[in-house]
């Protein structure tokens, strides 16, 4: 199964774009990969997910090179609502590896 | 849109108790997950059915035991509760798990339970 790697945390500032990027060397052949946000309390919700080049809607972008060892989660514009943990692991996968914690300040 | 509901949002058992947490899929879906969150950590994966049959086992407890209904609906029971059992408890939704198949799970609020 593929193990996904991501930053434990990031700060950023309100307007700025925020770039997560996850490490997943050994992702399936046929797999896609998904990104999740998940607020204190809260379920994870589903972002976005793509198989290769580049994903975009109303919240954000994905972006998957060639090789598909890794991708990179896109914020455009963060505001103080973004603050949560993301979460990327294969569409297949059970397991959720350790998020990354993004901080948006004022 | 519909989405995962489950019941109850909250719960509170003592020690050695049992308790029984409801999932309710979202319409068509027929893959249900159950997963455990503690404080600071991060989803653990615990169980899944598809189409009424256990399909993946996950850190479950022996003291834990799940299943699907007819109507998809799931059932997490949990027997002889511990301190450490105290946590958040998702459920997440999906279609048709099946070879091949490209998923996504959707998540439900979750269920918190302390155990005191």
């Known amino acids: 199964l593929a193990k996904t790697t991501q930053p434990i945390s990031m700060d950023s500032y309100e307007g700025q774009e925020v770039n997560i990027t996850c490490s997943h060397n050994?992702?399936?052949?046929?797999?896609?990969i998904t990104w999740y946000q998940q607020f204190p309390s809260q379920g994870p919700r589903f972002i976005i997910q793509?198989?290769?080049t580049k994903v975009t809607n109303e919240v954000a972008s994905l972006f998957i090179p060639a090789d598909r060892k890794s991708s990179t989660l896109s914020l455009p514009r963060v505001s103080l609502s973004d603050t949560a943990v993301y979460y990327c692991?294969?569409?297949?996968?059970?397991?959720f590896g350790s998020g990354t914690r993004l901080q948006v300040q004022p | 849109a519909a989405g995962v509901i489950q019941s109850p949002r909250h719960l509170i058992k003592e020690k050695r108790e049992t308790a029984t947490l409801k999932c309710y899929p979202i319409?068509?879906?027929?893959?249900v997950y159950w997963y455990q969150q503690g404080p600071g950590q991060d989803p653990q994966f615990l169980i899944s059915?598809?189409?009424?049959?256990?399909?993946d086992k996950g850190s479950i407890p022996d003291r834990f035991s799940a299943q699907q209904f007819s109507d998809y609906h799931s059932e997490l029971n949990m027997s002889s509760l511990e301190l450490g059992d105290s946590a958040l408890y998702f459920c997440?939704?999906?279609?048709?798990?099946?070879?091949?198949?490209?998923?996504?799970?959707?998540f439900g609020p979750g269920t918190r339970l302390l155990v005191l």
């Open positions: 692991l294969p569409r297949r996968a059970l397991t």
């Open positions: 997440a939704s999906s279609v048709a798990r099946q070879a091949g198949s490209q998923e996504t799970q959707y």
């Open positions: 059915f598809y189409e009424k049959m256990q399909s």
């Open positions: 793509g198989y290769k």
């Open positions: 050994n992702i399936a052949t046929n797999d896609y």
């Open positions: 319409p068509r879906h027929d893959t």
